[in-house]
C-alpha cells in the first residue's frame, strides 16, 4: 500500500512510518511531497493520506497522527500505548507530557538534518523507535486475553457476523477471548445485509465500520480464520490458519449466519479445552 504525507519529516512523520511499517503493512511504500501536492498525489496514486489537515490519520485536538493510527487500526499493544505519549509531546507543544518527549524531538531535530531525504531520515529514526517500544514493553503490563481472528475478503459481512456472534457465544461460556473482524481488500462500510440481519438477531455489530487487516492483528491472534481470503503477506513464522467455507451473506443471511454460528460453537468447545 502506498501512504503520502509531507515532506521534510520531523517527528510524527517518520514515526507513522515506523508504525506502519512494524504493526500494520507488510509491504509499505512512503511518499514525501510539498504540503500542498499531498491530496493531489494521495488522489493519483490511490495512496493514503497521513499526518495533514482534514484527514482522518491526522491531527485531531491535542492527539497527534500517532495516535489515530493506533485509534483507526486497534493497534491494542500496551508498549505502543506506552509510546504514543511520548511522540504526542514530541510532536506538540506538550514536551513535558512524558521524560522522553523532549529527549526526542531533540533527536528528530538532528536527524532531520543530518539526513539526505526523507527515506534517509526513517533509516536512521527507525533504530530509535525501535529502542523506544523495546523500553516501553519493560514497563507496559502484559497484553490481556487470547484473541481470534476472522478474516474475510472486503471484511464487511462475513468476518463481522463471525466475530460478533462469537463475543455473544465466548460470553455465554464465560471464555475471556476477544474477536475481531477485519478484511484485506476491506470496504467502505458493512453491507447492508450484515447490518440489517444482526440487527435482527438483536446484536450490534462488532466494528462500526470495516477495517484493514495488519501485522498486528495477526501477530497478537492466538486463532486466525479466513473466509477464503489469503493472509499470506501479512503471516509470520508458523501461524496457522483456519479456511472456512459458508455461504455468502449476499445470498441469504439466515443461511450463512447458521453455518458460521455451528463452525463457532465448535471453535468454541476447542478454546474451552485449549
Not at 105 to 124: C, E, K, P, Q, T
Not at 190 to 206: H, N, Q
Request: hydrophobic share 45%; net charge negative; glycine share 8%.
Amino acid at each position: 500500500m502506498k501512504w503520502v504525507t509531507r515532506e521534510k519529516a520531523r517527528v510524527d512523520r517518520i514515526a507513522c512510518p515506523w508504525l506502519i511499517a512494524r504493526f500494520i503493512d507488510p509491504a509499505p511504500e512512503f511518499l514525501f511531497v510539498p504540503d500542498r501536492e499531498v491530496l493531489a498525489v494521495a488522489k493519483r496514486e490511490s495512496a493514503v493520506a497521513y499526518d495533514v489537515p482534514n484527514v482522518e490519520l491526522g491531527h485531531h485536538g491535542p492527539r497527534c497522527s500517532f495516535d489515530a493510527f493506533v485509534e483507526r487500526y486497534e493497534l491494542d499493544d500496551p508498549a505502543l500505548a506506552a509510546l504514543a505519549p511520548i511522540v504526542r509531546g514530541a510532536d506538540t507543544d506538550a514536551r513535558g507530557l512524558t521524560p522522553e518527549s523532549a529527549g526526542l524531538y531533540a533527536a528528530a531535530s538532528g536527524f532531520r538534518v543530518i539526513a539526505r531525504d526523507d527515506h534517509d531520515n526513517m533509516r536512521l529514526q527507525f533504530p530509535l523507535y525501535d529502542a523506544l517500544y523495546a523500553h516501553c514493553r519493560e514497563t507496559a503490563p502484559a497484553a490481556a486475553g487470547r484473541r481470534v481472528l476472522f478474516a474475510c475478503l472486503h471484511g464487511a459481512a462475513k468476518s463481522v457476523v463471525a466475530a460478533t456472534h462469537f463475543r455473544r457465544l465466548a460470553g455465554g461460556r464465560g471464555l475471556a477471548v476477544t474477536a475481531t473482524a477485519v478484511g484485506t481488500e476491506p470496504e467502505a462500510e458493512l453491507t447492508p445485509g450484515t447490518a440489517k440481519g444482526l440487527a435482527a438477531d438483536g446484536l450490534a455489530p462488532s466494528i462500526a465500520r470495516p477495517r484493514p487487516v495488519t501485522l498486528h492483528d495477526v501477530a497478537s491472534a492466538d486463532h486466525i480464520v479466513s473466509f477464503g481470503c489469503d493472509l499470506g503477506p501479512w503471516l509470520r513464522g508458523a501461524q496457522k490458519v483456519e479456511r472456512w467455507d459458508v455461504p455468502a451473506i449476499s445470498d441469504g443471511y439466515g443461511a450463512a449466519r447458521d453455518a458460521i454460528v455451528a463452525r463457532l460453537e465448535d471453535l468454541c468447545v476447542r478454546l474451552s479445552s485449549a
